[in-house]
């Protein structure tokens, strides 16, 4: 059975970093590739980075730069690092698998193309 257990989120003044985690169990991060998703109440979840299982990073344009994806397989856990927090960063982010039959690439990051959601970590950038 596939878990995802998101943490690392927190309340954090603007200009400030956070890392957060997803670990992963029933699966092994050298088969599956992991997205990072974000969800603001009453707003579509949006899509914002994803690590393959040969550790190629993906970015939505709108946070290259200032968001890295990685992961230690053994701790079969991965990681988003977000830099230069914004107010607008503030929501709760999520990781999932790819839902398509070749779990070890990257699909599209859309959230109908991922499954196995985890509960989600807050993050809250304020003053």
């Known amino acids: 059975q596939v878990q995802l257990v998101e943490s690392g989120g927190g309340l954090v003044q603007p200009g400030g970093s956070l890392r957060l985690a997803c670990a992963a169990s029933?699966?092994?991060?050298?088969?599956?590739?992991i997205g990072w998703f974000r969800q603001v109440p009453g707003k579509e979840r949006e899509g914002l980075s994803c690590?393959?299982?040969?550790?190629?990073?993906y970015y939505v344009d709108s946070v290259k730069g200032r968001f890295s994806i990685s992961r230690d397989i053994a701790k079969n856990t991965v990681y988003l690092e977000i830099n230069g927090l914004k107010p607008e960063d503030t929501a709760v982010y999520y990781c999932a698998t790819p839902s398509g039959r070749l779990k070890y690439l990257c699909p599209l990051l859309e959230p109908d193309e991922y499954e196995n959601w985890g509960q989600g970590t807050q993050v809250t950038v304020t003053v």
């Open positions: 029933g699966l092994t991060l050298d088969r599956y590739a």
């Open positions: 690590i393959t299982s040969d550790d190629n990073g």
